[in-house]
T-cell receptor, first 113, second 118 residues
Framework: KAGVTQTPRYLIKTRGQQVTLSCSPI?????VSWYQQTPGQGLQFLFE???????NKGNFPGRFSGRQFSNSRSEMNVSTLELGDSALYLC????????????FGSGTQLSVL | AQKITQTQPGMFVQEKEAVTLDCTYD???????LFWYKQPSSGEMIFLIY??????QNATEGRYSLNFQKARKSANLVISASQLGDSAMYFC???????????????FGGGTRVLVKP
C-alpha cells in the first residue's frame, strides 16, 4: 500500500514569488492536514482538509492557503514568499473517523532566498 | 490550551539497551489520542505508535511501547533493544477527539534527539 506522497521534495524560491506544494494521501484516506516545521517554532499546524472542505485552520497569515480535490489529493499554496517561510512542510493523511492513526509524507523542503 | 512537553532535548543510548523518552500532556478534553513519531535526518515523519485515551492497555508496536499513565498525564515511549538506526528526533503529539475536537489537528512537543552509540 502506497504511503503519503509529497512533491516536490525540494524547492528554492525567491522572496515575493509564490509556491504550490502537493500531497497525495494514502488510498482511502479523506483527511489531509499540513504542518510547517522550522528550527525556531517546531511543528505547527497549518490547516486540514476533509472531503474537499477546510475543517480546521491554524494561526497563519492568509498568504497560506490550500485546497483538496475530489480524489483527496491536496495542494498548499504560499503567496508572496518571505524569508521566514523557509521550512519543511509536512502533510499527514488519515481516515474519516477521529481516533485513527495519522501518517506523514516525507515533506517538502522549501528554501526562500 | 492543549500542550505537549518533552523535557529531554537530547540523549545518548547504548546499542541494544532500552531507552525511555518522556512526554507529558495537558488537556481538559476527556477523549484524545497520543502519537509518537520518529524523524530521521532525511526529514520524513515516521509513525511509531498510537494510544487512545480510553484504551485500557498500553499500546505496543514491535520494539516500541507506550507507558500511558493517564492520571499523571504522561505518555512515555519505550524503545527496547536500541539499534543504530534508531538515531533520530522523536516527537510526541496529541489530538483532541472529544468535545474540543478540531479534526485531525496534532499538537507536537519540542522533540527529543536520540543518538545510539555502538
Amino acid at each position: 500500500k502506497a504511503g503519503v506522497t509529497q512533491t516536490p521534495r525540494y524547492l528554492i524560491k525567491t522572496r515575493g514569488q509564490q509556491v504550490t506544494l502537493s500531497c497525495s494521501p494514502i488510498s482511502g484516506h479523506r483527511s489531509v492536514s499540513w504542518y510547517q516545521q522550522t528550527p525556531g517554532q517546531g511543528l505547527q499546524f497549518l490547516f486540514e482538509y476533509f472531503s474537499e472542505t477546510q475543517r480546521n485552520k491554524g494561526n497563519f497569515p492568509g498568504r497560506f492557503s490550500g485546497r483538496q480535490f475530489s480524489n483527496s489529493r491536496s495542494e498548499m499554496n504560499v503567496s508572496t514568499l518571505e524569508l521566514g517561510d523557509s521550512a519543511l512542510y509536512l502533510c499527514a493523511s488519515g481516515r474519516q473517523a477521529l481516533g485513527e492513526k495519522l501518517f506523514f509524507g516525507s515533506g517538502t523542503q522549501l528554501s526562500v532566498l | 490550551a492543549q500542550k505537549i512537553t518533552q523535557t529531554q532535548p537530547g540523549m545518548f543510548v547504548q546499542e541494544k539497551e532500552a531507552v525511555t523518552l518522556d512526554c507529558t500532556y495537558d488537556t481538559s478534553d476527556p477523549s484524545y489520542g497520543l502519537f509518537w513519531y520518529k524523524q530521521p535526518s532525511s526529514g520524513e515523519m515516521i509513525f511509531l505508535i498510537y494510544q487512545g485515551s480510553y484504551d485500557q492497555q498500553n499500546a505496543t508496536e514491535g520494539r516500541y511501547s507506550l507507558n500511558f499513565q493517564k492520571a499523571r498525564k504522561s505518555a512515555n515511549l519505550v524503545i527496547s533493544a536500541s539499534q543504530l538506526g534508531d538515531s533520530a528526533m522523536y516527537f510526541c503529539a496529541m489530538r483532541e477527539d472529544g468535545v474540543k475536537a478540531a479534526g485531525n489537528k496534532l499538537t507536537f512537543g519540542g522533540g527529543t534527539r536520540v543518538l545510539v552509540k555502538p
